[in-house]
């Protein structure tokens, strides 16, 4: 089976610094398979024979927590599931200089439709769909700045999910079913 591994927190603002070369190597001392990292914010796209999502999740934690001295939450999408994902974003929402769109990949804990009545976000500016999994924000580059989404930064909510701009989502799509 192919995994996308998205890592949270590691490379931001200078904070909790992650090597991707160190960390594509602490994946093939465990025994993972056609491992690759996609650029610095943590992704690493790997084959397994291992069964068990919730086992592999906490085996790959571990792992990175005793290469890297510091622990990492790790979550863990097929390329079926990003599919799935992405089959539900117009292609026209992409992330440029005149939109924004992330995904905001969600731990189990809070994966069900109501989380987007936990996000503030103003309808008037910005889209805000959930799909299994994530939630698929879109705004305008001239609105992101007036965007309440803004303020779950450092919330418990916050550390329960991950960000990724969706043109690396579709890229770590083509790298997960290649």
Known sequence: MRYV??????????????????????????????????????NVVFSTGRAGRDVLGARIEGAIAEDVGFPVAVTLRTGKELATLLDAVPSSWVNGSSMKCDVYFLWPEIDRPSIVDRLPHDPAIEDVRYVKGAVIRRVDRADAARSPMTRIVGTDLYRRLTARNINTVRTLHRLATS
């Open 5 to 42: 591994a998205l890592l949270r927190g590691i490379n931001v603002g200078g904070k909790a610094k992650v090597d991707m070369k160190e960390l594509r190597t602490t994946f093939e001392r465990r025994g993972f398979e056609d491992v690759v990292t996609y650029i610095n914010s943590g």
